[in-house]
């Protein structure tokens, strides 16, 4: 009992410090990417519509480990030197965003076309209409797969480790190489974690039910 | 007012519209019949170019707009001038019926809101939908969507307001709510034209009536001509068989 109590906070406290901030502004920045790409296929810009095509392509053909490792040991190469944590930052958001474009396209798609010609017909711009008819629809429709995303990617962020930053994960293995303790240190980072995704389950479904209420459902 | 000549549309290598015209005068009710895939829906939706049509000319409030080249500022300028009550409603789902009516207000036309918000409550309250302006539409029965549709269309002050099949979609006890809407804005002098297999209401409220079929205007008379003495035998065919649906 007594390595969890001494070890607890020293793996909570990077949990808080790094994880948290690290799932936070990555998934921030995947947001925006998200929606501009996937704006840019709804609406078949010219042009920009095939590079959204490529980005996905290779962002979510690639593995996200191999990605951060091109990012963090590989760029160097060219003179590019990132810190740790604005390298990991970048890999996760870029990352995220690919996965998280295809999920608001096809939420932008699943709005029925007469939701559009409403607009028109209500005098509405193509713009006007997409901002304020179609957007606020498809992302009710894209909240729950976003969440998921959410999720899966606050535990991704124990990658990090790979490239230095010293997350959650990276400090366990630190405690566990001075201990020995293995079995217990991973138990119990895997606890930290399921105390990080349940919190995020439920604001998941208090999300939903805020929504819900929005179109009074 | 309103003057469509030589209309026409394909899908493909289907024929939809073949050389339609027909013109539309301040104050008309005219009510377009006939059976299903005649091209009604497509030539009403090629008026506010919700389709593009291949060829036609517009001409509204004696401007001329070539229907297929149209200019996308043009178009929006006439929608502007238009309204449009669709079949399925299609409100704004993520809208209350008083967002739904002032959007296109505040939107749209940039009108302060105090006064939008002023215009909509007399547009939902004309349909009968005072206490119901702040649910949402899944909130709302068919009927009451498609009342604030009709408030949505004539809160914007249109010269002249589409209905595409506006009860078609309607459960039979919600059909004389809408039509009674309808009755009332005809009465009022409102411009319409009305696509409908509601042959009570092109008999009783419009003034004039469009027979299609294959993508052309078979027959177009006074509506108390067309009923009294159709002159074409295929639009006495489709009377028959209209009225004969009903008996079992």
């Given at each position: 009992?007594?390595?969890?109590?001494?070890?607890?906070?020293?793996?909570?406290?990077?949990?808080?410090?790094?994880?948290?901030?690290?799932?936070?502004?990555?998934?921030?920045?995947?947001?925006?990417?998200?929606?501009?790409?996937?704006?840019?296929?709804?609406?078949?810009?010219?042009?920009?519509?095939?590079?959204?095509?490529?980005?996905?392509?290779?962002?979510?053909?690639?593995?996200?480990?191999?990605?951060?490792?091109?990012?963090?040991?590989?760029?160097?190469?060219?003179?590019?030197?990132?810190?740790?944590?604005?390298?990991?930052?970048?890999?996760?958001?870029?990352?995220?965003?690919?996965?998280?474009?295809?999920?608001?396209?096809?939420?932008?798609?699943?709005?029925?076309?007469?939701?559009?010609?409403?607009?028109?017909?209500?005098?509405?711009?193509?713009?006007?209409?997409?901002?304020?008819?179609?957007?606020?629809?498809?992302?009710?429709?894209?909240?729950?797969?976003?969440?998921?995303?959410?999720?899966?990617?606050?535990?991704?962020?124990?990658?990090?480790?790979?490239?230095?930053?010293?997350?959650?994960?990276?400090?366990?293995?630190?405690?566990?190489?001075?201990?020995?303790?293995?079995?217990?240190?991973?138990?119990?980072?895997?606890?930290?974690?399921?105390?990080?995704?349940?919190?995020?389950?439920?604001?998941?479904?208090?999300?939903?039910?805020?929504?819900?209420?929005?179109?009074?459902? | 007012?309103?003057?469509?000549?030589?209309?026409?549309?394909?899908?493909?290598?289907?024929?939809?519209?073949?050389?339609?015209?027909?013109?539309?005068?301040?104050?008309?009710?005219?009510?377009?019949?006939?059976?299903?895939?005649?091209?009604?829906?497509?030539?009403?939706?090629?008026?506010?170019?919700?389709?593009?049509?291949?060829?036609?000319?517009?001409?509204?409030?004696?401007?001329?707009?070539?229907?297929?080249t149209i200019s996308r500022r043009d178009i929006a300028r006439l929608r502007k001038k238009t309204a449009f009550v669709f079949q399925n409603y299609n409100l704004f789902r993520n809208k209350t019926a008083l967002e739904n009516v002032t959007e296109?207000?505040?939107?749209?036309?940039?009108?302060?809101?105090?006064?939008?918000?002023?215009?909509?409550?007399?547009?939902?309250?004309?349909?009968?939908?005072?206490?119901?302006?702040?649910?949402?539409?899944?909130?709302?029965?068919?009927?009451?969507?498609?009342?604030?549709?009709?408030?949505?269309?004539?809160?914007?002050?249109?010269?002249?307001?589409?209905?595409?099949?506006?009860?078609?979609?309607?459960?039979?006890e919600l059909i004389g709510e809408v039509l009674a809407v309808m009755r009332q804005l005809a009465e009022e002098g409102m411009t319409m034209l009305v696509?409908?297999?509601?042959?009570?209401?092109?008999?009783?409220?419009?003034?004039?009536?469009?027979?299609?079929?294959?993508?052309?205007?078979?027959?177009?008379?006074?509506?108390?001509?067309?009923?009294?003495?159709?002159?074409?035998?295929?639009?006495?065919?489709?009377?028959?068989?209209?009225?004969?649906?009903?008996?079992?």
């Amino acid at each position: 009992m007594g390595v969890v109590t001494d070890s607890f906070f020293k793996i909570l406290i990077p949990g808080i410090t790094m994880t948290i901030p690290l799932t936070a502004i990555s998934f921030a920045l995947a947001m925006v990417i998200a929606v501009t790409v996937a704006l840019v296929q709804y609406a078949r810009v010219p042009v920009l519509t095939p590079l959204a095509r490529f980005y996905i392509w290779i962002i979510r053909g690639t593995p996200l480990l191999v990605q951060l490792f091109v990012v963090f040991y590989g760029l160097p190469n060219l003179g590019i030197r990132l810190e740790p944590f604005p390298a990991a930052v970048m890999v996760f958001s870029i990352n995220e965003g690919a996965y998280c474009a295809e999920t608001v396209r096809s939420a932008l798609e699943s709005v029925p076309v007469g939701q559009l010609e409403a607009g028109f017909c209500a005098g509405l711009s193509y713009l006007q209409t997409v901002r304020r008819i179609i957007l606020p629809q498809a992302l009710r429709t894209a909240f729950p797969p976003l969440s998921n995303s959410l999720i899966a990617m606050m535990k991704d962020t124990s990658l990090a480790a790979n490239i230095t930053v010293t997350e959650m994960f990276m400090a366990t293995q630190r405690l566990a190489a001075r201990n020995f303790e293995y079995l217990t240190l991973y138990l119990e980072v895997a606890f930290i974690y399921l105390m990080f995704s349940t919190v995020l389950t439920r604001l998941q479904s208090w999300g939903e039910k805020r929504l819900k209420a929005g179109l009074g459902e | 007012m309103l003057e469509i000549q030589n209309l026409t549309k394909t899908f493909g290598t289907l024929t939809v519209l073949d050389g339609v015209s027909l013109a539309v005068e301040q104050g008309d009710v005219v009510a377009i019949l006939g059976p299903s895939g005649s091209g009604k829906t497509t030539m009403l939706r090629c008026l506010n170019f919700l389709e593009t049509a291949d060829s036609g000319v517009l001409t509204f409030d004696g401007e001329a707009f070539d229907m297929r080249t149209i200019s996308r500022r043009d178009i929006a300028r006439l929608r502007k001038k238009t309204a449009f009550v669709f079949q399925n409603y299609n409100l704004f789902r993520n809208k209350t019926a008083l967002e739904n009516v002032t959007e296109g207000l505040i939107i749209g036309r940039h009108m302060p809101k105090v006064q939008a918000i002023d215009i909509a409550k007399k547009a939902l309250t004309k349909v009968g939908l005072a206490d119901r302006m702040d649910h949402y539409p899944v909130q709302l029965s068919g009927g009451q969507q498609q009342r604030v549709g009709i408030a949505r269309a004539i809160a914007t002050n249109p010269e002249i307001i589409y209905f595409d099949e506006p009860t078609s979609a309607l459960d039979p006890e919600l059909i004389g709510e809408v039509l009674a809407v309808m009755r009332q804005l005809a009465e009022e002098g409102m411009t319409m034209l009305v696509v409908t297999h509601e042959l009570n209401f092109a008999k009783n409220v419009s003034s004039k009536v469009l027979f299609m079929e294959d993508g052309s205007i078979l027959e177009e008379a006074s509506s108390h001509d067309f009923f009294a003495a159709p002159r074409e035998g295929r639009v006495r065919e489709f009377l028959r068989s209209i009225s004969t649906d009903h008996i079992y």
